[in-house]
Nanobody
Framework: VQLVESGGGLAQPGGSLRLSCAAS????????MGWYRQAPGKECKLVAT????????DYADSVKGRFTISRDNFKNTVALQMNSLNPEDTAVYHC?????????????????WGQGTQVTVSS
């Protein structure tokens, strides 16, 4: 399994960023995918999920209405459109398979997955 995230950077409060994740090494279209994030000094949390066919999405309360997850099963990519960003969204963002369905309160070992992409929201 190889997952490469991109698209992070610096955004102003109220701004937008679009993250992308390129997946390889497994049958991408067979798996639900998720975006996770680890804010400074905090545990890694699941923030958004999408089913294998893209037909259903789910979000943590903290991002609901602001973030949109999508996927392209032809290109083996999953994206996270982030709007109305605020400083609390500052984190390293990772994509991965959905390890525990609907578990937006649990913690995950994100640093062990790879580099992720840094999102910083600051004026």
């Amino acid at each position: 399994v190889q997952l490469v995230e991109s698209g992070g950077g610096l955004a102003q409060p109220g701004g937008s960023l679009r993250l992308s994740c390129a997946a390889s090494g497994f049958t991408f279209s067979s798996y639900a995918m998720g975006w996770y994030r680890q804010a400074p000094g905090k545990e890694c949390k699941l923030v958004a999920t999408i089913t294998s066919n893209g037909g259903s999405t789910d979000y943590a309360d903290s991002v609901k209405g602001r973030f949109t997850i999508s996927r392209d099963n032809f290109k083996n990519t999953v994206a996270l459109q982030m709007n109305s960003l605020n400083p609390e969204d500052t984190a390293v963002y990772h994509c991965n398979l959905v390890l525990r369905k609907g578990d937006f309160r649990g913690t995950f070992n994100c640093p062990g997955w790879g580099q992720g992409t840094q999102v910083t929201v600051s004026s």
